[in-house]
């Protein structure tokens, strides 16, 4: 049978490209799809009926056991020619959506779900040793990796600089959130529709359980860098922070109300302390003292 005549196949397939710090995930393809070792793009075959979003989840789940968010980007490869497929030799054309993809920083080491399936193991890789060729991967992994283009994300945020005596109100950052341990100003993200002054005072309440008087914007600060974020995707982070000066009624003492959240203490820290560096404060706390 001449390759003209040869049966025709066509798969449409999607995948996922994880990556986590310097690292990415990849699936072990199975001895009867390769004799040689060759690894891949967590992913797979999109069922009659099914949205490649929700094959991509699947997949990744069957072939690394992680639990893989899908972000809103994606790219499409594809790759012809002759080979056994099903036990005949036909003419395929695989068509795969690779999406951008990642996992929470806590995930559990990576493990093959599905049995008898299409892939033997899963593992993390340093991306610098994929690209170098010395992990054994298919043309799609280094296709990836190439487009790769790093998630841009800019946050507006509104910040209380709240003094007592010779104190100043903060907040410690959690396991959950960037430069965790370091102390901050209490605040947050802005929702949309919420003015500034309203996220700095629900903020405040959360992360400290006080009620505060917003006054005046002090200044406007910023930041930018790259970090892998608490949902485990990779970012260069662009934020900007408008910081109001504020008042608390009362001696109440601050308590974290929101738990899971990006705060885990909250305290009155003397200002002296603060100065002579015996605690470690992000910038942004600096910048506030330096405009009151």
């Given at each position: 049978m001449s390759e003209a005549e040869l049966p025709r196949r066509v798969r449409l397939a999607a995948s996922?490209?994880?990556?986590?710090?310097?690292?990415?995930?990849?699936?072990?393809?199975?001895?009867?799809?390769?004799?040689?070792?060759?690894?891949?793009?967590?992913?797979?075959?999109?069922?009659?009926?099914?949205?490649?979003?929700?094959?991509?989840?699947?997949e990744v789940h069957e072939e690394t056991g992680l639990a893989a968010e899908v972000g809103d980007t994606a790219r499409v490869y594809d790759v012809s020619g002759v080979g056994e497929r099903g036990g005949e030799n036909v003419r395929f054309h695989s068509v795969r959506i690779v999406y951008d993809g990642f996992v929470a920083v806590d995930a559990p080491e990576p493990r093959v779900v599905e049995v008898d399936g299409s892939t033997v193991d899963a593992r993390w890789h340093p991306v610098a040793e994929v690209l170098a060729g010395r992990v054994p991967t298919v043309r799609l992994v280094t296709e990836a990796l190439a487009d790769h283009e790093t998630f841009r994300l800019q946050r507006p945020a509104a910040y209380a600089l709240v003094r007592r005596d010779d104190a100043v109100l903060l907040t410690r950052i959690s396991a959950a959130g960037y430069h965790t341990g370091s102390w901050t100003l209490p605040g947050g993200g802005i929702d949309h529709g919420e003015s500034p002054h309203e996220a700095v005072a629900r903020e405040v309440r959360e992360e400290t359980g006080l009620g505060v008087?917003?006054?005046?914007?002090?200044?406007?600060?910023?930041?930018?860098?790259?970090?892998?974020?608490?949902?485990?995707?990779?970012?260069?982070?662009?934020?900007?922070?408008?910081?109001f000066a504020a008042e608390v009624a009362g001696d109440a003492q601050p308590r974290v109300v929101e738990q899971g959240g990006t705060t885990d203490a909250a305290a009155w820290v003397p200002e002296a302390d603060i100065e002579a560096g015996r605690v470690e404060v992000l910038d942004l706390v600096r910048f506030a003292l330096d405009q009151s």
């Open positions: 996922a490209r994880v990556l986590r710090g310097d690292q990415i995930p990849l699936s072990r393809l199975a001895p009867h799809l390769t004799r040689d070792e060759r690894w891949t793009l967590p992913g797979g075959g999109v069922e009659f009926g099914e949205h490649p979003r929700d094959a991509v989840v699947r008087d917003v006054g005046v914007l002090l200044g406007v600060h910023d930041v930018r860098f790259s970090g892998t974020a608490p949902n485990g995707r990779f970012e260069d982070f662009h934020g900007i922070h408008l910081v």
